[in-house]
């Protein structure tokens, strides 16, 4: 990329400090900060709409490139008692994900920078084991000579006798295999004394001559163990076998990756007390080789979660120097801005979202930037790293669009939630301290050719503008923090497009504000979905683990359970928070074709819902049959909720219009609805696939009005702003904003 960059924080309030990192090719680019007003520049809309905000950021600036440096692993401090001269023996649990990428790949290492002094165990390019060791001079090496399966556990131990100057390589699968599978190699070298190195010790990773980490391991390593002298063979198979166990004295180390899951310390059980670090994100509370399946959670039987599952493409925190630092000032207002970057002809967008002090807000609507799911989506790439995918499906996937942007997140090994791991795993966490290219006010996803997420989010504040209601805007990381406080000093919040990811915290927050008089437009799909959680120890990270819903990855068997808080992965449905029960409309079907219109249904003429339709020509009986920003037509479209009394939509809810049996048959119902597999679950042919408009009091004068589809958003600048859905719209967000009370919930 040109330039790009990212914040210490998406949301920032008057009075704070932010920083920038930005990263430029060219060694000068200039920086304002913009307020961004409409992000899609398609002409059919709005178009990109920014003003420039004079600050101090305003000004020219150094530039260089900086880099990004992914792949998990876990570091060691040097100590003393590393500085092995003569025997010593390692051995560990691997479960090898890509022993065939013809890569060499670390397993523990304490070598020095130019490989010439200390020891390594490895994986090789030939996918077999290979120990190395240094004497400061020359190094040398023995190879088991048979190549490693994939997606096998192994016991592996390699050691050095240093009076017989014997190398050795052991291995052997679990499972039931031929005898012969069980491999021991030996070889006699010509070699003095191993030459120790203060460079540190490394756990799936192994140092380069610019001490950055390389040669990344794919895949689990469980209790990696160092013993200051050779090992038997007898005792290896002892090892080997589960309970077998041998003199503890002679162990240096040994990580048990079984303790601290949920912190990033690798804690050593040996007598030297070698602590580790872990490091860039790889998935903790991982089944290991012992696994019965007879538990399946972690913290209730951590000695079978004591595997680390490592990837060479794994990254937290990018760790850029900083470029620019902002203090807010103490007046500043609270809403969308970006700090903009310019060299050249080529400019850049890093998103700054500004809320008000707590307790100071600065409007009566509060709009939820719901950035876990702008997190969740960040750096999505899966069609472009699939060329599987059936187009069919995704009929606007333009592969041309943001080139740049998917090329830099190729070349980077960066992904979002929704895609995979460079070894097929699903991606679990997502950390914000790195580029995000399409969280970006003009960004046009690819898959569907169109605005998503921060994009198509934007599209409602330029509305709320141009219809002259003042809002505040807070992220899913504030409402985290600030719970109900937050929420309740707003007489309506606004959920955006697509508010998919949402931890219980959050979940709560929003339950006891609607049971105490506060109202909720819910102007989206698929919202209130995904257990999420934030890492207590650093909140720049979230965690999910997709099981049990409509899901492109799926956790492995045993691993459910989020490391960062022990809780039940999954979708909330299963943990007794169906989206109804807040929305009123939950997740019912999802396609990417085109939307469709609504008809209005006999509730609308409710006279309890007068205020919403004022205004509205309801003679042909159906609204939102409009051009669209997304998915090109219809206000009910893309991923799409339904009512269901018996899933928590509170009885007195009325159905005010619905899009069922308008869709297509690239619509399909979700798959936590289907019971088997059959041929009638598409859009032309399922009851279920559709979009229901849904309102209702809450106690104490509060309401909820949903829409439950993300397509609603597309149509509200269509014919300047004044159609059907619009005139909805800003019925209700004006009714809502007011003080006074709705009228209580029907007897
Ligand atoms: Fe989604």
Known sequence: ???????????????????????????????????????????????????????????????????????????????????????????????????DSGKSQAIVTKLSKDGTKGYGFFINKRGELALWLGDGNTSDCITSGRKLRKSNWYFVAASFDQPSQTLKIYQKPMGWTQASERTISEKHIDFNRIQFTEDPLYIAASIDVNG????????????????????????????????????????????????????????????????????????????????????????????????????????????????????????????????????????????????????????????????NTYLAYGNEHVLDANEVMPTDLVPNWNQDINRDELDYLKENNLHSMYDFKVDGSGVAYQS???????????????????????????????????????????????????????????????????????????????????????RMMYLGGNGLYWVTSFDPERPHVVEIRRWGGTEIWKAEPGEYYHSTTGELGGIWRKRGWPPQKIAGVGFAAQGFDVGTAYELQEDSNNSRVDFIFKGVNRDQGIIGDHPSLMLNHGAAGDEVDRLDFGLGTPPHALLLATSAGRHTKAYHHVIEEMFTTDSSQHGEVNEFVRSDVVFFETPKGGAVFSTGSINWCGVLSYDEYNNDISVITDNVVTRFALDEPLPPIPG
């Open 212 to 371: 950055k980490h390389r040669k990344g391991f794919n895949g689990k390593i469980e209790l990696p163990t160092i013993y200051k002298e050779v090992i038997s063979i007898d005792d290896i198979d002892n090892l080997s076998i589960d309970g077998g166990q041998i003199n503890q004295e002679h162990i240096l180390a040994s990580w048990d990756f079984s303790i601290g899951m949920s912190t990033q310390i690798a804690t050593d059980i040996g007598p030297n007390g070698l602590n580790g670090k872990v490091v860039n994100l790889p998935l903790r509370a991982a089944i290991g080789h012992n696994w019965t399946g007879e538990n399946y959670i972690a913290e209730k039987s951590p000695g079978e979660y004591g595997a680390i599952h490592f990837h060479e493409d794994d990254i937290d925190d990018a760790g850029w120097d900083t470029s620019i630092t902002w203090n807010v000032p103490k007046d500043f207002r609270s809403g969308i801005y970006a700090l903009k970057t310019i060299s050249g002809d080529k400019n850049d967008h890093i998103p700054v979202f500004v809320r008000p002090l707590l307790g100071k807000p600065q409007s009566k609507i509060g709009f939820l930037l719901e950035t």
């Open 432 to 518: 914000r301290k790195i580029p995000i290219l399409n969280i970006r006010p003009d960004f046009i996803t690819p898959s569907r050719g169109g605005p998503h997420c921060l994009t198509a989010d934007l599209i409602i504040a330029d509305w709320l503008e141009e219809k002259g209601h003042e809002f505040d805007v807070f992220t899913s990381e504030d409402l985290e923090f600030d719970g109900k406080k937050l929420l309740e000093q707003y007489n309506v919040i606004i959920l955006g497009t697509h508010p998919e990811y949402w931890t219980l915290k959050m979940l709560k927050a929003m339950s006891s504000y609607l049971a105490n008089g506060g």
């Open 1 to 99: 990329m040109y330039l790009t960059g990212y914040a210490d924080k998406f949301s920032v309030k008057p009075g704070e400090t932010i920083k920038f990192y930005v990263s430029s090719k060219n060694s000068k680019y200039s920086a304002e900060l913009v307020r961004v007003i409409h992000g899609d520049p398609n002409p059919k809309g709005p178009g990109f709409k920014t003003e420039h905000v004079p600050t101090d950021i305003d000004g020219e600036y150094a530039g260089y490139e900086q880099v990004l440096y992914g792949g998990s692993h876990v570091i060691v401090n040097d100590a003393a008692s590393f500085n092995i001269e003569d025997s010593f023996t390692i051995t560990a649990w691997i479960y090898p994900t890509m022993p």
